[in-house]
Nanobody, 125 residues
Framework: QVQLVESGGGLVQAGGSLRLSCAASDRTFSNYAMGWFRRAPGKEREFVAA????????LYADSVKGRFTISRDNAKNTIYLQMNSLKPDDTAVYYCAARWTTSVVSVVAGPYDYWGQGTQVTVSS
């Protein structure tokens, strides 16, 4: 079972940047497509971004396209979410997720098999 631990959240002013990290415990990390999701107060969890096993393919929600960048370093068993031009609407708990797949190109918004505990991102206006 993959254990995922997010870090890098915090408080930032609108227009600022943050980089989230998600470290995975599984040595077969490169067999997992990965994703970022978020849940804002009073709202359902929503898809943010996804990346294929080798990092060659990515997918973004329209709301973050052009502002957020997902990446991964398989040597470090870690994925990242670089968030620029942050808006108050980006305030949420951010979760990373893992999806075991045999496809090296697959990148999807779901479903995912394993989830981290989340990291809080708060954007002030």
């Amino acid at each position: 079972q993959v254990q995922l631990v997010e870090s890098g959240g915090g408080l930032v002013q609108a227009g600022g940047s943050l980089r989230l990290s998600c470290a995975a415990s599984d040595r077969t990390f490169s067999n997992y497509a990965m994703g970022w999701f978020r849940r804002a107060p009073g709202k359902e969890r929503e898809f943010v971004a996804a990346i294929s096993r080798r990092g060659g393919n990515t997918l973004y929600a329209d709301s973050v396209k052009g502002r957020f960048t997902i990446s991964r370093d398989n040597a470090k068993n870690t994925i990242y979410l670089q968030m620029n031009s942050l808006k108050p609407d980006d305030t949420a708990v951010y979760y990373c997720a893992a999806r075991w797949t045999t496809s090296v190109v697959s990148v999807v918004a779901g479903p995912y098999d394993y989830w981290g505990q989340g990291t809080q991102v708060t954007v002030s206006s």
